[in-house]
């Protein structure tokens, strides 16, 4: 059984789309599980079922013509784009000659989704909590953890196991190749190129992440080849970069998740078409945004340095930071404010509602409470979350302090690890 994390995106949201910047995203502890069973048996067909049984018709099962794997059709009539496409690159990729019977399990943490219509189920051992919903998948709604990148990544990741000895996802080749891979598979399910953030956040964990060129995955899906697959995901430098990074000891990631939503397409579309009509305004303002999230960056990794160097100092600054003197972490705050500053520039002359007015009020407040070091909208904003960088200590007081607000405080935190293995038995009584 293997699990992979969502992600919030915490710096970097549109730049990303652009390899000339970099981008911060941090890995979460909702995760996806995919648990896989195979049966080696020589039947006439290959047969690959995906069970997602928290989900109304949650079942989706493809019988597969080794000879003809482009013709493969779901039994039922039923359709999952994330998984048909992730089991079309997978046997693309491996061009198997022996039939098996494959069923993959699949579940996800409460936070992926509202739980509006839905019931725990908890497993035999206690440890596993999953919430069943009343309604298919696709009309149950998102939070915004990057739901369709887990399921391929995690997907992607049991799939390779049926046909792989000694499989190891702490085994950096491996590790890459699930990444290319589960990339070229959730680009061909949603049908566009996008930078690939969740993605890579899913498969590698909390990074710092510079995309690939799109033609390269452009290419391959035109051509439909083994041959041409094989070469982009084994023998292909992608340029891309995935750098660990992670928030200091003390401080934790809270995400709020706001009554509301956004439509991202269309925040995108309108800021690519400012970028366009505003050339140099919008590369000044780019260039400012990036200097700052840059700064984020690096002052994390300061004071990741710093708490390991002179942990007694850093735990004193800590304890201020809780009694609301943030001058320990003065970097960390300006470069937060940095970046608001230049994503409500960015709201007002694109017309997207990146950060709108009642985000603005919501993070202002939030900001000024004690142990808070800033506050964002993460990914391409607008009214679906907001997350915070806090004292772990402060937040029961941040949860008091914003309870007649409309915000709920999601219950997840940094996790750092991208794909995993999971122990299959904390999962009795729900496989
Ligand atoms: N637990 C699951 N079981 C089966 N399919 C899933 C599961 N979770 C997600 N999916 C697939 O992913 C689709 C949702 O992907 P979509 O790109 O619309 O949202 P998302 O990746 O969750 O978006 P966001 O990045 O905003 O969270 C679902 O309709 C379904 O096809
Ligand atoms: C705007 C963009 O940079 C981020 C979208 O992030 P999210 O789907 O809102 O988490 C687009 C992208 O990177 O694909």
């Keep these: 059984m293997f699990s992979a994390p969502g992600k919030a995106f915490v710096a970097g949201g549109y730049l990303v789309l652009d390899p000339k910047y970099k981008a911060f995203v941090i890995a979460l502890s909702s995760r996806m599980y995919a648990h896989a069973h195979v049966e080696k048996e020589a039947g006439e067909y290959t047969e690959v079922c995906v069970k997602s049984p928290q989900f109304a018709e949650g079942e989706w099962c493809y019988k597969i013509d080794l000879s003809r794997p482009d013709l493969t059709q779901e039994i039922h009539g039923r359709h999952n784009p994330f998984v048909k496409s992730t089991i079309d690159i997978l046997f693309l990729y491996l061009a198997p000659k022996q039939n098996k019977r494959i069923t993959i399990t699949i579940f996800s943490d409460p936070e992926y989704h509202s739980q509006k219509d839905s ?5 035999k051992t206690g440890l596993k909590t999953f919430y069943y919903h009343s309604q298919p998948i696709n009309k149950v709604a998102k939070t915004g953890l990057g739901s369709s990148a887990g399921l391929v990544a995690c997907l992607t990741t049991a799939l390779l196991s ?3 000895e000694n499989f190891d996802v702490k085994n950096e080749t491996t590790l890459t190749r699930i990444h290319n891979l589960a ?13 690939g953030f969740d993605v890579a956040a899913a498969t590698f964990g909390s990074i710092v992440y510079r995309r690939f060129d799109p033609q390269l995955v452009n290419r391959v899906i035109e051509s439909w080849k083994n041959e041409d697959l094989v070469q982009l995901v ?3 430098d992608w340029k891309i970069e995935h750098t660990k990074c992670c928030l200091p000891p003390g401080i934790k990631l809270l995400m709020g998740d706001i009554v509301g939503g956004s439509e991202t397409p269309k925040l995108v579309s309108k800021v690519l078409e400012w970028r366009k009509k505003e050339p140099e305004r919008s590369l000044e303002v780019w260039t400012h945004l990036n200097s700052n999230n840059m700064r984020l960056v690096e002052s994390l990794e300061k004071l990741q340095d710093f ?12 304890r201020s930071l809780v009694e609301g003197n943030k001058s320990g972490f003065s970097d960390v705050v300006s470069s937060i404010q940095g970046i608001r500053q230049y994503m409500k520039i960015m709201t007002q002359e694109s017309g997207a509602e990146i950060e709108p007015d009642q985000q603005t009020e919501l993070l202002d407040y939030c900001m000024s409470l004690n142990g808070v070091l800033g506050g964002v909208v993460p990914g391409a904003g607008g009214y679906d979350a907001v997350c915070l960088l806090v004292a772990q200590e402060a937040i029961p007081e941040v949860v008091e302090r914003t309870k007649d607000l409309s915000v709920t405080w999601l219950n997840l935190h940094e996790q750092e690890t991208g794909i995993r293995e999971e122990d299959v038995s904390s999962f009795i009584g729900l496989l």
């Design 234 to 236: 084994d023998n292909t």
């Design 183 to 195: 990339q070229v598979a959730h680009c061909h399910a949603q049908g566009k190129i996008g930078s």
């Design 119 to 123: 019931m725990p189920k908890t497993s």
């Design 307 to 318: 708490s390991k160097k002179q942990p007694e100092t850093y735990k004193l600054s800590l």
């Design 162 to 164: 049926c046909f792989s």
